[in-house]
């Protein structure tokens, strides 16, 4: 039922060689507040996904968003650059961390990106700063979740979500990257369709009451 047209990243088996693939992912992880991690659950909850495409010799895009900052303000604790050195570590694969120079812009964070991509040939993983520091992410407003959209599809057409916890948000690196991409192009992460198989499960079980 829940399940119905997603489907599994699985599929992309010898299909995405040196092919950019967008992976959203929820990194929100808890912290004190001296920004010290308290649990790593959600970033090892992708690391089925992340692992997967780095063995089909994807060249991942990782987004995520972590806690609520304004547009545009880089200070304090909001930025994710934190995580690289723990997502290099856990994932077994150097994972390079990308901004993009305090622009909100995410035209200039895709720009960097494809960047950083072109120069550090020999790297496979790429963590984009939080995705709510930038214009669109969390917009009322369609046109600028449109184009916070279309920056990425420019550099990649397939998408895979890996982001349970975050499924319910109408948000654009969750609702609108996805709307843009022919439909064969995007998946649903190893945990995030074990997560709605389980509900899916749930559900049918309490109908059958």
């Known amino acids: 039922m829940i399940l119905q047209g997603i489907k599994p990243v699985s599929h992309l088996k010898n299909r995405v060689r040196n092919r950019i693939v967008t992976v959203r992912v929820d990194f929100n992880v808890p912290r004190t507040l001296e920004n010290k991690i308290v649990d790593l659950y959600r970033i090892k909850s992708a690391l089925e996904t992340i692992q997967f495409l780095v063995t089909e010799c994807a060249l991942e895009i990782l987004l995520s968003h972590l806690g609520q900052p304004i547009v545009g303000d880089f200070s304090g604790n909001n930025s994710l650059s934190f995580l690289e050195s723990i997502c290099s570590d856990l994932f077994k694969i150097k994972t390079t961390f990308v901004r993009s120079n305090a622009s909100h812009n995410v035209h ?36 600028e979740k449109r184009d916070f ?55 049918t079980q309490n109908l059958s009451h």
């Open 108 to 143: 200039d964070l895709v720009k960097v990106t494809s960047e950083c991509i072109a120069f550090e040939s020999t790297n496979r993983l790429f963590l984009l700063e939080n995705t709510r520091l930038y214009l669109g992410e969390c917009s009322k407003s369609e046109d």
């Open 149 to 203: 959209a279309f920056a990425f599809q420019r550099i990649s057409d397939t998408y895979v979500n890996e982001a349970f916890s975050c499924i319910h948000r109408n948000h654009a690196s969750i609702v609108t990257i996805p709307k843009l991409l022919d439909t064969n192009n995007v998946y649903g992460g190893i945990n995030l369709l074990k997560e709605l198989r389980a509900l899916d499960q749930n559900i």
